[in-house]
């Protein structure tokens, strides 16, 4: 006769109790890490279309209008005189959301920090203004 071998009921609860105290304590730390990233990401992403704004207002001789916005990186415009200067599409494909899935704030109002346009992703919760996750990240304009 074999001796059939198993976990107890007991045994079970006591692994699932270790694996939800792990869970509680790792958990959170990890959340803080991955908004800590999309933060990181927006900032880098801004960066990235500044470089692209320059590298377009090099070729057509200025930055888009407010109207324009940042589609005039990946759309050629339907000025004709623009149009022949327009060497773009200065992105991969369409312009990217923030982390947050938002799109990126646009206008041609110079901005704090002297860039002449303001270039800013609202943060997590998609508002102007806030504080930590929630904060405006970019080049904002001067209040």
């Known amino acids: 006769m074999q001796k059939q071998t198993g976990f107890t009921l007991l045994e ?15 958990g959170p730390r990890l959340m803080g890490q991955a908004e800590t990233a999309k933060i990181k990401t927006t900032d880098t992403q801004v960066k990235m279309l500044k470089g692209s704004l320059d590298t377009m207002r090099l070729d057509i001789g200025r930055y888009p209008t407010t109207e324009e916005g940042l589609a005039l990186l990946a759309v050629a415009p339907q000025d004709q005189v ?4 327009w060497k773009g599409p200065y992105v991969d494909g369409a312009v990217p959301l923030d982390p947050w899935n938002h799109a990126y704030q646009y206008s041609n109002v110079k901005s704090a920090n002297g860039n002449p346009f303001t270039l800013y992703s609202f943060g997590a919760d998609g508002q102007k203004g806030g504080t930590d ?7 904002l304009a001067t209040n």
């Open 82 to 85: 623009i149009k022949t200067l």
């Open 133 to 139: 996750e929630n904060t405006d990240i970019g080049f």
């Open 12 to 26: 079970m609860l006591v692994v699932l109790v270790i694996i939800g105290l792990l869970a509680g304590l790792v």
